[in-house]
Structure formats: C-alpha cells, structure tokens
C-alpha cells in the first residue's frame, strides 16, 4: 500500500513513516520544512529511512498542482494529512498564516486526494478544538462551537472541510482529535522540550498560570499506534464512513506535577518561575476514548511516568554533542 504523508518530516510526522515503513508500506512525505524549528532536526527523524520505499517532496502543501505532478504517477491508497502550522500562542500573532496553513492547506489535500481517486484521507485534528469545555472527559458528541484560538478554529474548520468531501466523493474519513503529543523527537516549543532545556542550562523554568492547569499528555507512540488502527479500519470498509476520534491517553496530569517529573527524571531540582497565564490557553484536555476504543481497539499503554523517562533519555543524548537551543 502507498501512504502519503503530510508533514512526514514532523514530530509525529516521522514517528508514522517509520512505523508505515516497518509494516511495508511505501511511504511518501510531503514537508516544506516551515522554518518554526531548525530544519536539521526535521531531517535527522528521517535521515535513514530505506530509500527504496520511502521518497520525500519538498512542497507547500497548499501549491495543489505541485502536489498532484509529484504524486500523478503513483498508486496513491491513503493520504495521512498531518501537515499545519501548530501552537496556540503563536497563532494568536499570526492568525492569518495559520488559516492558509491549516485551512486553505486541508482543502488542498482534499482537492488531492480527490483527483487521484484516493478513497481514505485521515486527518490529524485536536484536542484544542474543545476550547474550555467544562464537562470532562472531552468526548467526541461534546459540542465545539466556541474555539478560544485561531489554531482551534483552523482545525475545527478543517474537520469541516473534510466532511464536505466526505459527502461529496465517498471518502472515508477519520479526523483524529490528538491530545498533548510528546515523546522524542518533540518540537522544541512544547512545553515538556522546552522545560528540559531550561533544566539543561540551569534556567528557571518558566511556569505560566499557578500550575494547576491540566493536560492529557499522550506518549507519540501511542498516537501514532491510534494513527496506524485507523488506517487499518478505514481500508477494511466495505462502504465509506466519516467519525471524529479521540486519541488521547485518557489520564491527566496538572502542569506543576509535570514539571516536577520532567525534574525528577533529569535528577535536577526545578527553580520555578511563575508567570501570568497565556490567552488562548485551555483550562484543561481530557480525552474519553471509549470510541477509539470500540472502532480502532485503541489502547495506549504509557504512563506519563514512563513517557517522560523515555523522552529525558532522547534529549540527554541528543543535548549531549549539540549546543541547546535557546528557550
């Protein structure tokens, strides 16, 4: 089976290749290495990854035609459209770069997708689309009418875009809702990345809000393991169908607790630096993922605790020949 995979290059992005790539599929990348991060790391996740079953195209993936030449002559299954510009914050600053990434970005994938007859399109949506739902957990029926931030919307938005095609030219569809991803590999913006290299350098870490705040982090190999169970289920159907899912660990962990692990499996004791809360911050994530569950059999087996020994190892190492990046 051929998968294309937008923002291979990514976090997540790479993690799935491989996996994809592990099982025997053919795998193409679609990355236009958006300069958010340093483009080495982006490519150090995919620097040995078999050439003859895995090809990259450097691309904007809203440039529709570019995409099509370079994906016309191949047998295209499924496209895996994890591809955006991500990051509440930064978002708030550029809400307009944001919607061309992640919304005129998503139609043009679906645009692709149907041109090449390609019958499974999964998109990787998010948990920030619940804004600050007060009923917890966050469950797909919950209603999501009220975004506090133009990333939310943009991913809202792409959810609905993907239904029209849906209904249009009998897609199957699955938007994954992911929660807090982290693991190796994470974009040194995130929070867990980000407070490791404050500890690395001897730097206060930097905690907005009085760290009460709560999230469901979600171990990379889990969300992608989510990620593989719904392309199984989308090519096994008999007839196409359109679900939102949740992948999320289904456990939360509040931020002042998080900083105390991150510090605990680096051996360092933390200096706090409380600062006001962010706008467009949510209050809390918490994925119920009985509908994973029940469709994909997803179960995510890592512990937070697990997770972040895990990711502390990777970044130890990595830090270990290379200059931190600044925070």
């Known amino acids: 089976m051929t998968v294309v995979v937008t923002g291979g290059a990514g976090f997540i992005g790479a993690r799935l290749c491989r996996r994809l790539l592990k099982v025997g599929h053919t795998v193409v990348a679609i990355d236009n290495f958006d300069p958010f991060y340093p483009r080495a790391m982006k490519e150090e996740g995919i620097e040995d990854f078999p050439r003859e079953s895995f090809s990259l195209v450097e691309t904007d993936i809203c440039n529709t035609g570019t995409v099509l030449q370079a ?44 041109r090449l007859g390609v019958d499974t399109f999964l998109f990787g949506s998010s948990s920030s689309v619940y804004g600050n739902n007060e009923k917890v957990p966050f469950s797909e029926e919950d209603p999501v009418r009220h975004p506090i931030s133009p990333y939310a919307a943009t991913k809202r938005s792409g959810e609905l875009l993907a239904h029209t095609f849906h209904h249009l030219y009998d897609m199957t569809v699955h938007c994954l809702r992911f929660f807090t991803v982290y693991g190796p590999r994470q974009r040194p913006d995130l929070a867990i990345h980000k ?27 889990d969300i992608v393991d989510g990620v593989m169970r719904s392309l199984h289920r989308a090519k096994s159907l008999e007839a196409p169908e359109y679900e939102i899912i949740n992948l999320g660990g289904s456990e939360t962990t509040q931020l002042k607790d998080l900083i105390s692990g991150i510090a605990d499996a680096m051996g360092i004791t933390p200096e706090i ?55």
């Open 195 to 221: 407070f490791a290299r404050q500890l690395l350098t001897d730097q206060p870490i930097t905690m907005y809000g009085d760290g009460t705040s709560s999230r469901d982090y979600t171990y990379v190999d």
């Open 71 to 114: 994906l016309h002559a191949r047998d295209v299954d499924a496209v895996i459209h994890l591809a955006a510009k991500a990051g509440v914050r930064p978002s708030i600053e550029s809400p307009g770069a944001y919607e061309q990434a992640n919304v005129a970005g998503t139609q043009s994938m679906l645009e692709v997708a149907q």
């Open 273 to 327: 630096k409380q600062l006001p809360e962010q706008p467009g911050d949510v209050e809390r994530t918490y994925a119920d993922i009985s509908k994973a569950e029940e469709l994909l059999g997803y179960e995510p087996d890592t512990p937070i605790q697990v997770g972040l020994q895990k990711f502390v190892s990777w970044v130890e190492a990595y830090y270990a020949d290379r200059p931190v990046l600044d925070v």
